[in-house]
């Protein structure tokens, strides 16, 4: 729970109780940078009691109509409280108030779609029968919980995010010691006390606040957690399989998303997706589009609409309803992006529009005579910046868009079905999104990378497969 002072004061939540620490962070307005919210800072103690929790918490039964009763009634809440929520989601994050206002109406169905899979997970016959030998043998699988679940949550989507790994886990049985990024903590503690509103009992879920370095190295260091789920940077990702060792770990890890734009497309809806899906959240998702690759034929026509609808996206405040684009999660991110793209510029590269900061905005930026090796080609740039080139032929063009460490998810603009089945066969990414961009995600498809974009999958039904372990028993006579 909050406690008031000047601004609100939230706890850590271990056990069913909210736990007040007198060390705190400072959760800030992302428009104005003043502090909107603080947030308790765990220490190594509450993450031993948050993990025994946890554990301790999976001796008392759980019924799967009862995880079903708990995740439903949660999704009801958001909702009912969408408005409220988007408001502070659009504070702490700093994306328009709209795009917010979507975030919790997919949240809410996220868990409505892991309180439904709570009901259907199941196992199937083997037919050991029909090897010499086992003739009077039966045997079925089941599937079992996990155990203890470690979520680690980014500042990007701080709710939906959240509740992709948190609705799932409990939809399978799990307990959770959840961790949200330190900038975006407050939608988390929300959601926190939302479900124990809903009945899940104390142990389910557990809340950790504080510095991600610290908290999360406790985490992965505590051999009672059985498993980790994290969305970030490829670097922590592979510092927690390595860590984790044998344990199960399901990494999103992020992309530098590629489209294509085939010579029979239809340019004016590409170059407009294109656009939207470049700029959304400031160009901070890990599906936004970065590459776009536009044959030759058609590259002009394209890239002057897609200017056209860029230019027209209003840069400012994420409450006012005009809003098409907020501030970046921090100044330094910002100056980060200044600096690749000034760099890319000395290499060569042309500024269509944008390729100017102010303060912690950096407007929506285009670059051409970009080559394939420049940072904001290779690298992702998590911010409001696209690189546009043109191409020749389809097999160069999938060649450059598998020339990259990443594998997310990609985007393909054709009405060419040969081309399209080429695709499919030879892009090498987890999602090939046709005739969209690669920004196009809905909440119960199965979602996850290849290479360096991580492994396991997202979507409530997908990540129970993660979530849970597969029993064989076998009947003899």
């Given at each position: ?80 409280r969408q408005d409220e929520l ?188 294109s656009a939207e899906k470049s ?56 100056i980060r992006v200044e600096s ?138």
């Open positions: 729970m909050a406690t008031q002072t000047s601004v609100l004061t939230y706890g850590l939540y271990i056990d069913g109780e909210w736990r007040e620490k007198s060390v705190t962070d400072d959760v800030l307005n992302k428009y104005t940078q003043e502090v909107t919210a603080r947030t308790a800072a765990a220490d190594k103690q509450d993450v031993i009691d948050a993990v025994q929790a946890a554990k301790n918490a999976l001796k008392t039964p759980f019924s799967p109509y009862d995880r079903y009763s708990v995740l439903i009634k949660a999704a009801a809440t958001l909702r009912a988007g408001e502070i989601l659009a504070r702490e994050v700093g994306k328009p108030l709209a795009e917010c206002r979507g975030e919790v109406g997919r949240a809410a169905l996220t868990l409505e779609v892991s309180a439904e899979e709570a009901k259907r997970i199941h196992g199937e016959g083997i037919p050991v029968e029909s090897a010499p030998g086992s003739e009077q043998r039966q045997a079925f699988t089941r599937r079992f919980p996990i155990g203890v679940v470690a979520a680690i949550t980014p500042f990007n989507v701080p709710l939906n995010l959240v509740c992709h790994k948190i609705g799932p886990a409990l939809a399978a049985g799990n307990s959770v010691v959840l961790k949200p990024a330190e900038v975006t903590p407050i939608c988390a503690v929300i959601l926190t006390e939302i479900m124990e509103e809903a009945g899940l009992p104390a142990g389910r879920l557990n809340l950790l606040t504080g510095d991600g370095a610290t908290v999360g190295e406790w985490l992965v260091e505590n051999q009672d957690v059985n498993m980790f789920t994290f969305t970030g940077s490829p670097r922590v990702g592979q510092h927690i399989r390595e860590k984790a060792g044998l344990r199960n770990v399901a990494l999103e890890l992020g992309n530098n998303s590629a489209t294509i734009v085939h010579r029979d497309a239809d340019i004016e809806t590409a170059a407009t997706l700029f959304n959240n400031a160009g901070q998702v890990c599906i936004s589009v970065q590459r776009v690759y536009v044959h030759e034929e058609v590259y002009e026509s394209f890239l002057a609409k897609m200017k056209e609808v860029t230019e027209g996206l209003v840069v400012g405040d994420p409450m006012d309803a005009s809003t098409s684009i907020g501030p970046m999660i921090a100044e330094r991110e910002a690749w793209v000034n760099e890319a510029v000395e290499q060569g590269a042309s500024v269509e529009t944008g390729g100017k900061r102010d303060g912690v905005f950096y407007y929506p930026t285009i670059l051409t005579n970009v080559t394939d090796e420049m940072k904001v080609c290779r690298q992702e740039v998590f911010g409001p910046v696209v690189a546009v080139s043109s191409y020749r032929s389809e097999d160069e063009v999938i060649a450059r868009v598998n020339d990259s460490e990443y594998g997310l998810q990609a985007g393909l603009f054709t009405n060419d079905l040969a081309f399209t089945l080429k695709a499919i066969n030879e892009i090498h990414v987890g999602g090939l999104i046709i005739n969209d961009t690669s920004g196009y995600r809905v909440d119960h498809m199965p979602y996850g990378g290849v290479k360096k974009s991580g492994t396991g999958k997202e979507g409530p039904r997908y990540a129970i497969e993660e979530m849970t372990e597969e029993k064989i028993i076998v009947f003899n006579g």
